[in-house]
């Protein structure tokens, strides 16, 4: 429905897909699928197409109701902390190495799915299914949300410098709600007392408080209350010694210059390593031609 809607306003613009992409901007691809109906659009691409396309703002009422995820699947061993995600007035986390799937793009989590799972299909329900937790914590008044990010996150490309530059800038863009905080512990900061792995601290309405944290393909809770009161604090310490928000935004505004630098620098490289192989080649068969007599000049 949203699909055939967004078709109808562009074709009555007089625009092609490929035009209404340059405008928002993004792939022309990503059009495309959300026309055909296999891709969820996010509200900003809703409201990007509503600024282009003049419709007085009616894809973005659209998109806020319709129920896009209403058939997800968790994996079995993950439906417990999904559900948890669904009720929790509040929410504090630490992420070590990658992105955390409630602040993860489309292509983000794609990129990392398809290191697992060989199926396309697979991928896509997998993707579908960790976006599907995000809405509650995007919209109006959404439970608090605060994550400190490890440097690594930003740090370990996955998918490449255009997803990575697409991933800073959603988390500058979703940094600036009002229940969402993030930031970083630097690297260059080794007096950070950092947990040792990746874990989250989980407020349900009931008051109840859960430490959740994962090893390969397993969720593991606690709701001790000595072990969560531990965890608890060691968070606050970390919150208190990481970057703050606006620090950290201007860091993660640095990583993201840094990935839209690096794709021409290495295209770059590639032109002169292609230029260097090819003067080894000319010099090999300058060695290996045979020999010619010259005249040599008489004395």
């Not at 407020?203 to 959740?212: A, N």
Request: charged content about 30%; some cysteine.
């Amino acid at each position: 429905m949203f699909g055939e809607l967004l078709r109808h306003f562009r074709e009555g613009a007089l625009m092609t897909q490929e035009a209404l992409a340059r405008g928002i901007p993004c792939d022309r691809s990503l059009v495309a699928r959300v026309e055909a109906g296999t891709r969820v659009p996010q509200e900003a691409f809703a409201k990007k197409c509503d600024e282009v396309l003049g419709t007085g703002g009616a894809l973005g009422r659209l998109w806020g109701r319709v129920d896009w995820y209403a058939q997800v699947e968790h994996p079995d061993w993950f439906e417990r902390r999904a559900q948890m995600d669904a009720e929790a007035v509040a929410l504090r986390a630490y992420q070590a190495q990658v992105v955390p799937g409630l602040l993860q793009t489309p292509n983000y989590a794609a990129a990392l799915f398809a290191r697992r799972l060989p199926q396309a299909r697979d991928v896509e329900e997998r993707v579908r299914a960790r976006l599907s937790r995000q809405q509650r914590f995007y919209a109006k008044d959404g439970p608090y949300y605060f994550v400190v990010l490890d440097e690594n996150c930003l740090r370990h490309v996955v998918g490449g410098p255009e997803v990575m530059r697409e991933q800073c800038a959603h988390l500058l863009r979703v940094g600036k709600f009002p229940n969402i905080r993030i930031q970083v512990a630097p690297l260059g900061r080794p007096e950070i007392d950092r947990p040792d792995t990746s874990l989250s601290l989980i407020r349900l309405p009931d008051g109840h408080e859960w430490v959740y944290s994962e090893s390969l393909d397993h969720g593991h809770f606690s709701d001790d209350p000595t072990v969560f009161l531990a965890h608890s604090q060691t968070y606050d310490v970390l919150r208190a010694d990481a970057l703050s928000a606006p620090e950290s935004a201007a860091l993660i505004s640095d990583v993201m210059e840094g990935y839209e630098h690096h794709e021409p620098a290495r295209t770059k490289r590639g032109v002169l390593d292609q230029e260097q192989l090819q003067r080894r080649q000319w010099r090999g068969l300058h060695r290996n031609k045979p020999p010619f007599p010259r005249r040599r000049p008489r004395a």
